[in-house]
T-cell receptor, first 113, second 115 residues
Framework: DGGITQSPKYLFRKEGQNVTLSCEQNLNHDAMYWYRQDPGQGLRLIYYSQIVNDFQKGDIAEGYSVSREKKESFPLTVTSAQKNPTAFYLC????????????FGPGTRLTVL | AQKVTQAQTEISVVEKEDVTLDCVYETRDTTYYLFWYKQPPSGELVFLIRRNSFDEQNEISGRYSWNFQKSTSSFNFTITASQVVDSAVYFCALSAPGTASKLTFGTGTRLQVTL
């Protein structure tokens, strides 16, 4: 089945540790996105990538980093510089950069202890 | 700047009632796209509908219908004869051409449907 996978579903880390969230898609989509969702709030864009080896900052990129070495993969690293990393992280992809419908993965819930 | 407002934080209805979720948007673009997504308790956002600014026809899909009115900058979503499986958080979102399809989301409306 085609789709977007994110692993793991739940992730726990100690404060000060970097952590990498996985996002893989087999939809042959060009563009991929990372969003953060906090309780009672909408989604906020962290980073996005329109093509391999290229990505741009979203609205809340500070404390995060990404890479796009393969079309199928767009991992997100939450660094120790992120002041409040505990959140629900959602990855999405779309068939083309603009305009296009984004399809979402199941999300990763990160808790920093 | 783009903005999406979902003023209803939470709505509770009894099964089989009709319910309308409101969405008001702000944009300076003449061409734009509006979306509705559903987020069930599992967390994954499920795409429901996309509308472009030139198409003001209402859309109906089964028990779901959408009313797009440019005059009031609204894109409301109605569920007819609600069911318990409709319980979820619903998000309205806005995108404009040339923005790499970046979505501006509202804060969501939590719908609780009870028996």
């Amino acid at each position: 089945d085609g789709g977007i996978t994110q692993s793991p579903k739940y992730l726990f880390r100690k404060e000060g540790q970097n952590v990498t969230l996985s996002c893989e898609q087999n939809l042959n989509h060009d563009a991929m996105y990372w969003y953060r969702q906090d309780p009672g709030q909408g989604l906020r864009l962290i980073y996005y990538s329109q093509i391999v080896n290229d990505f741009q900052k979203g609205d809340i990129a500070e404390g995060y980093s990404v890479s796009r070495e393969k079309k199928e993969s767009f991992p997100l690293t939450v660094t120790s510089a992120q002041k409040n990393p505990t959140a629900f992280y959602l990855c999405a992809s779309s068939i083309s950069a603009s305009p296009a419908t984004q399809y979402f993965g199941p999300g990763t819930r990160l808790t920093v202890l | 700047a783009q903005k999406v407002t979902q003023a209803q934080t939470e709505i509770s209805v009894v099964e089989k009632e009709d319910v309308t979720l409101d969405c008001v948007y702000e944009t300076r673009d003449t061409t734009y796209y509006l979306f509705w997504y559903k987020q069930p308790p599992s967390g994954e956002l499920v795409f429901l509908i996309r509308r472009n600014s030139f198409d003001e026809q209402n859309e109906i899909s089964g028990r779901y219908s959408w009313n797009f009115q440019k005059s009031t900058s609204s894109f409301n979503f109605t569920i007819t004869a609600s069911q318990v499986v409709d319980s979820a958080v619903y998000f309205c979102a806005l995108s404009a051409p040339g923005t790499a399809s970046k979505l501006t989301f509202g804060t969501g409306t939590r719908l609780q449907v009870t028996l």
